[in-house]
């Protein structure tokens, strides 16, 4: 209309993908005032440096495709960004998205990139950790060849990195000590994926201590690295473990040998890290879809509530006056960047997100137990509606009360949006989230199969438009689903799936690579019955519903050949099928290319559902 501005005439669904978004920022811990956060600000995500001292804010990274990586030293002088698109060959493009490359380093001030760690190849990032001192350095990498490797730059050396560790299996730099003397490495050299051992070490590599849960892989227990304590010659390190059967923290001495159980009274999953003078404990509770924040006294004991709004803490930190930063959302609001001091710590300009509906709880009763979904739907609708069932990815991650641009573009739209915390999610204890083993796909979709039989029982979903959606691990359940389950839907919408399960596995990054063969129990040359029963290659025939994929050609993690492998079959029978590539990895930090990407998805269902039945 004549007269508005763009902002004015631009539906809310695209707001909220363009309004400016801000993480939650790390602070240099010996430097609180300086900090780094990523924002979407200038239409991609990319790094920037914050002196809360002066109030300056700066661009720090400037990339096509958008950054996110990066770590701040903690004396405050100098951040580590991680350049990927090294993959490519000589004389090309960089192939952006594709994971693989090194690490560079900016003064906070400002001024040139430079290598940090000169000798160090490219590789797949695999953990970083700085030193006080601002020269030390730990850096984890990982390769096709030789497996996880940790090299260390020392402070006494010439400023070459030595290799300390080296193993086919997956691991990590979890933290370096306060003091720069030891560092703990996760690692899965028992040859489980999906539960870590801990081992700490000091920088020639020698070995401190070793923790192991699993026991050399007869038990299904992991441990994670929360951090050392952020004091001088404190040899305490905090942990997560799974003794109980949920994630819970505990604190170990590394050279006594000492645990100290905490065994917080809380029902979810819990997970700490340390106040700045190591007297407590900031605690973070998931549960059902919830989280909440607590701080634990390490003298006398107690838990007292640290209060916030009923929703989605996605991060939060302590500061050194004691106060709490942390980032919240829910379903209906938008995050914001909010202080236990009552303000809000960081409030970019610019157009705000518009606010969107709450999401409703269902629980279900599945093969495996109850399951947890998540329901949205227009303000005032009454079903049966056109439904979306939008599976998350990991698989070990879970939807949430938490604002999501994508579910809100279908509501506005007139759908129903289903979200199903399957087995396999995070958030419902060890035992659920260990339920995907072998049977892998079938398991999960049984879950959303029950789903799906409630929101039609009930009045909420029209059982002849029922969508099934999904990016990476969830566009793979889509593709297996509209296989498996071809009565159940209308329509398919996968973003950068897996979709050829064998191929996936060639292609991919060997962390990914080691998950897989923990998920199925062996390579596909060793259970070549389970990669074959859990492929959506092998119900590729039996799809009836129209299709529309999504995938990025640098992906390293779904790669693009499997893909092509599923779209050849699909057009060779004449399926009605839609294939969008763009030029990116596992998703896209451009804006503009995320609200492309949904408005194809939203045309593709507007001309393929069928009517209302």
């Not at 059967?245 to 065994?263: H, T, Y």
Request: glycine letters at 12%.
């Amino acid at each position: 209309m004549e007269g508005m501005t763009d902002a004015e005439t631009m539906p809310d669904w695209e707001k909220r993908f363009r309004a400016p978004r801000v993480s939650l920022p790390e602070a240099a811990e010996d430097a609180p005032d300086r900090g780094l956060f990523t924002s979407n600000a200038t239409g991609t995500y990319e790094i920037y440096a914050w002196d809360r001292a002066t109030g300056e804010q700066r661009q720090v990274t400037d990339r096509p495709d958008g950054t996110t990586d990066a770590v701040l030293s903690p004396d405050g002088e100098w951040i580590w960004w991680f350049d990927d698109g090294r993959s490519a060959e000589p004389g090309e493009a960089p192939s952006y998205g594709d994971e693989f490359g090194v690490w560079l380093r900016q003064p906070f001030a400002g001024g040139p990139d430079t290598e940090a760690v000169p000798g160090l190849a490219p590789s797949y990032p695999a953990g970083l950790a700085l030193g006080r001192d601002g020269r030390t350095a730990v850096v984890g990498r990982s390769t096709d060849e030789d497996g996880t490797t940790i090299h260390v730059v020392r402070p006494d050396g010439d400023g070459s990195p030595v290799e300390i560790y080296r193993h086919r299996e997956s691991a990590g730099v979890g933290d370096l000590s306060h003091d720069g003397r030891f560092v703990a490495i996760e690692h899965t050299e028992h040859g489980d994926a999906m539960h870590s051992a801990l081992r700490v070490v000091r920088l020639d590599g020698s070995t401190v201590a070793e923790l192991d849960d699993t026991e050399g892989g007869e038990k299904e227990l992991g441990l994670e690295v929360l951090g050392f304590a952020p004091v001088q010659d404190d040899t305490r390190l905090l942990v997560g473990h799974q003794r109980r059967g949920r994630w819970e923290p505990m604190i170990w001495d590394v050279l006594s040998g000492d645990q100290r159980d905490l065994a917080l009274d809380l029902p979810g999953d819990v997970s700490a890290e340390w106040y700045p003078d190591g007297s407590a404990l900031l605690v973070v509770h998931e549960f059902e879809a919830r989280s909440e924040l607590w701080r634990y006294d390490l003298a006398s004991g107690a838990l007292s509530r640290v209060e916030t709004p009923a929703g989605t803490v996605s991060g939060a930190t302590a500061r050194p006056d004691g106060s709490v930063e942390y980032l919240w959302s829910s379903a209906e609001r938008p995050p914001a960047v909010r202080s236990t001091t009552g303000r809000v710590v960081l409030d970019p300009p610019g157009m705000k997100a518009p606010a969107s509906v709450p999401v409703e709880d269902v629980w279900v009763d599945g093969p495996g137990g109850r399951v947890h979904a998540l329901v949205q739907k227009p303000a005032g609708a009454t079903g049966p509606l056109p439904t979306v069932f939008e599976i998350h990815g990991g698989p070990t991650w879970h939807d949430s009360d938490a604002f999501a641009a994508g579910p809100a573009a279908w509501v506005d739209h007139g759908y129903a949006v289903v979200r199903v915390n399957y087995r396999g999610s995070t958030g419902y204890g060890r035992e659920w989230t260990d339920a995907l083993k072998h049977r892998v796909g079938l398991i999960e979709l049984e879950d959303i199969a029950a789903v799906r039989a409630w929101a039609v029982d009930s009045g909420l979903a029209d059982p002849g438009r029922l969508i099934l959606s999904g990016g990476s691990w969830g566009g793979y359940l889509t593709l297996l689903g509209l296989g498996t389950q071809p009565g159940a839907w209308a329509l398919g919408l996968a973003a950068v799936p897996v979709a050829d399960y064998v191929t996936a596995y060639e292609d991919e990054m060997e962390a990914l690579k080691a998950m897989d063969r923990t998920l199925f129990g062996g390579s596909p040359e060793e259970v070549p019955d389970r990669f074959t029963v859990s492929s959506p290659l092998t119900y590729v025939d039996d799809v009836k519903a129209p299709v529309y994929i999504s995938a990025g050609v640098n992906d390293p993690r779904c790669p693009i050949r499997q893909i092509d492998n599923y779209v050849d079959r699909l057009a060779a029978r004449g399926a009605v099928h839609e294939v969008y590539r763009y030029d990116a990895g596992h998703g896209s930090l451009v804006v503009e290319e995320r609200i492309k990407q949904l408005r194809l998805e939203l045309d593709f269902a507007s001309r393929h559902l069928p009517p209302r039945s």
